[in-house]
């Protein structure tokens, strides 16, 4: 099946898109090719063919979740240019 120029014209239209004359010869002749790719996939024969989801097995690549002790909150804040109630402050930039 091969696709016209008015249906890219058409099609170029509704996206709002503006095609040279040069742009529309390519535009055609790339979808008649994705169009003629696609009818050739149907073609094929995956009656025997597992589904999947993906390619690959997927597994759990994560760490275990394990609690550990973090740093002492005075030895964070040793450094910070401001400190209110243990935490550090910062210039307000919302309005």
Not at 59 to 81: G, T
Request: some cysteine; glycine content about 2%; overall charge negative.
């Amino acid at each position: 099946m091969s696709v016209s120029k008015e249906e890219v014209k058409y099609i170029a239209r509704l996206s709002k898109l503006y095609l040279t004359e040069e742009e529309l010869e390519k535009n055609t002749h790339d979808l008649s090719s994705i169009i003629d790719f696609a009818n050739e996939l149907s073609s094929i024969c995956v009656d025997n063919v597992k589904p999947t989801a993906h390619i690959l097995d997927i597994q759990n690549v994560f760490r275990k979740d394990e609690v550990e002790p973090s740093y002492e909150r005075e030895k964070i804040l040793q450094n910070a240019p401001t400190k209110d109630a243990g935490c550090i402050t910062v210039p307000k930039v919302v309005e």
